[in-house]
């Protein structure tokens, strides 16, 4: 499976504190402050904005000509050659250091640079004590990433839960700023992000004029972890003492992963093999031994499934899904499902 880090400089941008990076690459690392996270993550580089043009080709009648590529015609000859034209309204996002173009945007955009992210979660790491675990960049850099741990953990069947921090960014007019709340299982390292309601786990921030003062607004936003932090750990407890029968495990993964039967009562050969597999971590996957056979095993086995057997294109978009696709609206299901249960 491809891992898509950005490779520059002879370095893979990725640092990671006191864990394996992604296929053994990048730097591991004891501890590190946003300034080290950004050297040792790759992400020490400006991002430009540059007026966009095309380069067309145009013809041009001429009596004598200087150049080879010549088109005679019945009306005499011709000369073609490249005119570049100004796109206006549109522009290149590139990173200065290397010049790598990362992709077109309008004229409403404004650059957030690698460091103003930084500067906003230091603020959160003043506010809350953050450390910081993860920090990288995909692509040729466009798209970026920082997670950090909140000091205090959820404690769900006597088990250790780690409350995180994840930003991401990304520079090439793909997406907005966002902030997500996620809950981590350390037994697995599964992601256990769940919205509470009408609660939201996320911030996001559109790359427009207003960009870095709603970044200073979302600090009050995020206020909501706190809560959303005694709401998951209430939901999550319930969940650990709700037994279910083989067949309403089933029945709940076939509704997360929105499997319906036909008039026989099957389903297809795909999703017969990911519910077995499903069903085969719930039994025996890591740390499911002493919660399989209640609604927070079927919970961990569908979330442990998307993170530790399912295969996708890449690192990149195993990270896209699990923190805003089709995992995650999966996963968001099934918790929903589970919470009309309790």
């Not at 009306?75 to 005119?83: D, L, M, V, Y």
């Not at 995020?222 to 083989?246: E, N």
């Not at 998307?306 to 899904?321: I, K």
Request: with cysteine.
């Amino acid at each position: 499976m491809a891992h898509n880090l950005n490779f520059n400089n002879g370095q893979h941008s990725f640092a990671s504190k006191k864990k394996l990076a992604w296929h053994g690459l990048g730097q591991v690392v004891e501890a590190m402050t946003s300034r080290e996270a950004i050297e040792l993550g790759g992400l020490n580089y400006e991002v430009g904005l540059a007026e966009l043009s095309a380069s067309v080709q145009s013809l041009e009648m001429k009596e004598t000509f200087e150049v080879d590529n010549v088109i005679r015609t019945g009306r005499g000859e011709q000369a073609a050659f490249n005119e570049v034209v100004p796109v206006p309204g549109n522009f290149a996002t590139y990173r200065k250091d290397n010049n790598d173009v990362f992709g077109v945007v309008g004229s409403r955009y404004e650059i957030i640079q690698n460091t103003e992210a930084f500067d906003f979660m230091d603020s959160l790491v003043q506010d809350q004590a953050l450390e910081y675990e993860t920090v990288g960049a995909l692509g040729k850099g466009e798209k970026v990433f920082l997670t950090a741990k909140l000091p205090n953990k959820l404690i769900v069947n006597k088990e250790d839960i780690d409350k995180y921090l994840l930003l991401t960014m990304a520079h090439d007019g793909s997406g907005a700023i966002q902030v997500l709340f996620t809950p981590i299982r350390v037994v697995c390292n599964n992601t256990l992000t769940a919205a509470i309601s009408n609660g939201k786990n996320r911030v996001s921030i559109r790359h427009t004029k207003n960009a870095r003062e709603k970044l200073e607004l979302s600090k009050k936003i995020l206020g909501i972890v706190d809560i959303q932090s005694g709401q998951l750990q209430d939901a999550f407890t319930s969940m650990s003492k709700l037994r279910l029968h083989d067949d309403e495990i089933e029945s709940l993964i076939l509704k997360a992963f929105n499997f319906t039967k036909d008039e026989k009562g099957k389903i297809s050969t795909r999703a017969v093999n990911i519910v077995e597999s499903v069903l085969e971590y719930h039994e025996v996957g890591v740390g499911q031994e002493n919660i399989k056979g209640t609604a927070w095993g079927a919970y961990n086995a569908i979330t442990g499934y998307q993170q530790n057997v399912q295969s996708y294109r890449s690192l990149e978009s195993q990270f896209e899904s699990i923190n805003d696709k089709t995992a995650a609206k999966i996963r968001q299901t099934s918790f929903n499902e589970i919470l009309k249960m309790l």
